[in-house]
């Protein structure tokens, strides 16, 4: 049993003249959909820098090469369906997989070194997503910043909604300008939602934060408040009371500055931070604009990897054919799947950064629909 499972998993010399073929198809592939991927504007921009006076020459070729990572990631997994769709269907045409048939190797171990590559390009793309891209991005976006003289965008505000374990809201956040390593935040809106008394309202001009003790200090504000009876009984919500203050104290467990690392590009962040944020928010009952983001970008780590093994399998199985066809509808058929491909990761990916459907149905459904494809194309194949 042992040696049969070792004979499954090693490759063999069939195997490896498989790979080999998916070598010059997968570099042509790369090179027409990356060049589509640019387009022509992108190229005017580098030519733009490259032509400028007062920017060095060698910025232009530099963005271009940290823009590499972020292509791979959006190109990979159709660089991989294309690739196994023309080797197979050269191998095809050469009738080398009727051969493999006629010696009694099954639809299945033919699709073993697919299986193979489509793992290498698994791999790939989440050391890219992982490693590679969070580190090469920030770079492109300051060097074009500088090229273009923009000023790249920092984060000013953010907000958070804390409830406590029966889902009911306690307090509402909102900073209008931060600087969290001066430690200076201004304009600040918190509402106070107590069990009993009053509802407290407090507009500060300017606050910091005590990491120690744990509490803001608020400076310059305005603090009023709302009875509960005058909030059943009248929908206006008149303030009942408005008094000035100089200075007053507001327990917080909530760190500013690791709260503000949840209003960050997300797509740079691993899967680790990723979870940190995510079980951060969860054990301190938060809500904030960018909780579905982080939840699908979480879950976009793992299925995304995923795209590539299911594509690399149906452009496989589309580059079969046991005889040749004068009208050749898999090329129609590869032609919908990508673009099918490229349209469901726009719908559901906006869907999951809403929060307008769960993360994990938002991220996972494109492969299931994939999947679903490669089973319907494999027993059609096995039948035929």
Request: with cysteine.
């Amino acid at each position: 049993m042992n040696l049969n499972l070792k004979s499954q998993i090693k490759l063999e010399r069939i195997d490896l003249y498989v790979l080999g073929q998916f070598v010059l198809p997968f570099l042509s592939a790369t090179g027409i959909v990356t060049g589509v991927w640019l387009g022509i504007d992108r190229f005017k921009e580098i030519a733009k820098i490259v032509s400028s006076e007062s920017i060095p020459w060698y910025w232009g070729p530099y963005i271009m090469l940290l823009d590499i990572p972020k292509i791979i990631l959006n190109t990979l997994p159709v660089c991989i369906l294309l690739a196994c769709f023309l080797a197979f269907q050269r191998l095809s045409a050469q009738a080398e997989f009727i051969a493999m048939r006629a010696a009694g190797a099954s639809l299945l171990r033919i699709l073993k070194p697919v299986l193979v590559f489509g793992l290498i390009g698994s791999l790939v793309c989440f050391i890219v997503s992982e490693f590679i891209y969070p580190f090469s991005e920030p770079k492109s976006k300051a060097i074009y910043a500088r090229a273009m003289d923009k000023s790249e965008k920092e984060i000013k505000s953010f907000s958070y909604i804390k409830r406590n374990e029966e889902g009911e809201t306690e307090r509402i956040f909102y900073v209008k300008s931060s600087k969290p390593l001066e430690n200076e935040y201004k304009d600040i809106v918190l509402v106070d939602f107590k069990e009993s008394g009053p509802l407290d309202i407090y507009l500060a001009s300017n606050a910091s934060f005590d990491e120690n003790k744990q509490d803001w200090d608020l400076r310059d504000l305005d603090y009023s408040f709302i009875e509960r009876e005058s909030m059943n009984a009248d929908k206006s919500f008149k303030h009942n009371f408005k008094s000035d203050l100089t200075k007053f104290k507001i327990s917080s467990k909530i760190d500013p500055r690791r709260l503000l690392s949840a209003y960050r590009d997300v797509s740079l962040l691993n899967f680790i931070e990723l979870s940190t944020l995510i079980n951060f928010h969860k054990s301190e009952n938060l809500e904030t604009s960018s909780l579905a983001s982080i939840k699908s970008n979480f879950h976009k780590r793992f299925s995304y990897p995923g795209t590539c093994m299911i594509l690399a399998i149906i452009g496989a199985l589309l580059g079969l054919s046991a005889k040749r066809q004068s009208v050749n509808w898999n090329y129609i058929l590869l032609g919908l799947i990508v673009f099918s491909f490229f349209m469901s990761q726009a719908i559901f990916n906006s869907f999951g950064d809403s929060g307008r459907m769960s993360a994990f149905m938002a991220m996972w459904m494109p492969n299931f629909f994939l999947m679903f494809i490669a089973y319907f194309i494999y027993q059609y194949k096995l039948e035929s």
